[in-house]
């Protein structure tokens, strides 16, 4: 029953997992505003802030496979937005001018090689490497007419700036992702639930039912895998009578997803029914004040790891106010 | 023909070191057989049902089913594998959707090819079959008492007309009229038709009365395969298999202790017992 694994919580014994979920929410939005508010070009900060992160990283104990699968995910935005940058910037010194010529066996070539990719990216291990390769491969075949005229010829210039931005832009995505990462590997998601209650705290003075829409959350993660494995089941029992999901044409296909909708939201009415009553029978009542049963409590560690991050968030917004960065 | 196993194991982790099903050989053939298969909770029942209709493939061995080799990479259509061995899961009562009963019912032939005329001559004759009146054919599915609903959807697996029925639990959840009646019907289908029916079950009593065939799993291997009698007079070693005794055969071996009837062969419906207490009793003067 539990294979499966909701969330991406890495449990490990470490400082990082001890410490309060509300201390690594707060700290995690205070390293938000910090990684923003680092100037262009300071590369001391970036340099400090990356360190940061590793030593963070490091402490966590969560392997560190964990941290880069987080960060497959937006290696094609990273990868993208650095070209893009270093393309189309035009300000600061000229690094590089490539000349480029568009002509047919070029732009043939060029669409050759993008099917290929296309077709065994499937098969390659480290695809965004291939994706860089890709790239450069095809600025390489545009810069000279291979086979008949040119028919058209631009230069694409690369400019030091665009390069920084370009790397600064890589970097601050990177360094989010991960500082996001460190929040959900290291705490379980009820923890992280009862501290967005806490941290909601504040909205109740404007009537917000914070705590019912805590219970709400708790209630939907408590459910995700049950749901999980019901559908499974509902799948298994239409294959059962001849459902094919893979085949079929657009008629026959809503007709399966009707087949697996229907029972699925009557199954989640029921239990949600039952949950109700039990929830009754227990003297659950909605909006009342309750207690908790794991209490949330600041430490020492905590005050600390708070106290720093505002710290170098509070320094580097007073250095760049004052013009001295 | 039939669904046979050979050396199948599958583990649903594929990390986990214990195995759900571990080196499995076994043969289901059809010929009107009333195969239960036992075992406690996580013994691998449903997991090993699952494979006889192809819904899991096998790790390691070959599950053969009508003349299907399938394997760990079988990824031909399994469509009429589906439709001669059909598998009623647990609760079969959440998977209606239709907005009849009628439709419903229909669902599996349609799947299978039928044309909508001929799926429904089918829908009316398994609605016969189990037992569902023609008021209740044109009201929907979600309107019917629990009992009902699960006449309807053994009805829908009933409707393709396989050659081996399975059926996971399919008196959890019942009252006891509504459990006779199921397993009434069950062998009724097994008579009429000479399809060979396989159902997972907890109750002693059921096996002791209707099985032809006792399969027993524990811990994902199957430890004894063969005809019920055996398996119940060695209580050593049902007692090893966490299984309990059915209550004639309780009541009978009770009296035999006590030294009141000798029994030469437990009885293992009531009916039997009845007989065979009517028989000593006459016996013994009294009426």
Known sequence: ?325 | MGINFRNVSFRYNKKASKPTLDNITLDIFKKSEFITILGHTGSGKSTLVQHMNALLLPDEGEVEIFGKHITKKYKDKLKDTRKKVGLVFQFPEYQLFEETVLKDIMFGPKNFGLSDQEAKSKAIEACKQVGLGEELWTRSPFTLSGGQMRRVAIAGILASEPDVLILDEPTVGLDPVGKKELLNLLEDIRINTGKTIVIISHDMNVVAKHATRVIVLNDGKVVYNGPKLPLFSDLERLRSFNLDLPDSARIAIELKEKGLIDFDELPLALEELRKHLKLNLQGAGYE
């Open chain 1, 1 to 325: 029953m539990n294979k499966i694994a909701f969330g991406q919580y890495y449990h490990t014994d470490s400082f990082i997992h001890r410490l309060d979920p509300r201390t690594k929410i707060i700290s995690l939005i205070l390293m938000m505003v910090f990684i923003f508010v680092i100037p262009k070009n300071q590369f001391v900060v970036l340099g400090f802030s990356v360190a940061l992160l590793l030593a963070v990283v490091f402490l966590t104990k969560v392997p560190l496979i964990r941290y880069l699968k987080s960060l497959k995910q937006i290696m094609f935005l990273l990868i993208f937005s650095f070209f893009f940058q270093a393309l189309f910037n035009n300000s600061g010194d000229l690094l590089l001018t490539i000349n480029q010529n568009i002509s047919i066996a070029n732009i043939a070539l060029g669409v050759v090689l993008i099917v290929l990719y296309l077709f065994f990216r499937k098969y390659l291990p480290l695809k965004f490497l291939w994706l860089i390769l890709l790239v450069i491969a095809i600025i390489y075949i545009f810069q000279y007419p291979i086979i008949g005229q040119s028919l058209k010829s631009y230069q694409l210039k690369v400019y030091r700036d665009g390069v920084v931005t370009g790397f600064f832009i890589i970097v601050r995505i990177m360094l989010l992702i991960v500082f996001s990462s460190i929040l959900t590997l290291t705490t379980k998601p009820t923890d992280l639930n009862n501290a967005l209650e806490w941290l909601m705290r504040p909205l109740e003075w404007v009537k917000i039912p914070t705590s019912v829409l805590a219970m709400m959350i708790s209630i939907s993660l408590r459910f995700i895998p049950t749901l999980f494995l019901e559908t499974e089941r509902i799948l298994k029992a239409q294959a059962s009578r001849g459902v094919d999901f893979k085949e079929g044409k657009v008629k026959a296909k809503i007709t399966q997803i009707i087949s697996l909708l229907i029972p699925m939201f009557i199954i989640s009415f029921k239990r949600a029914f039952d949950l109700a009553d039990a929830m009754e029978a227990r003297g659950y009542i909605p909006g009342a004040k309750r207690t908790k049963l794991a209490l949330l409590k600041f430490g020492l560690s905590d005050y600390f790891v708070l106290i720093f991050a505002l710290g170098i968030v509070i320094g580097l917004i007073v250095l760049r106010v004052n013009h001295a960065l």
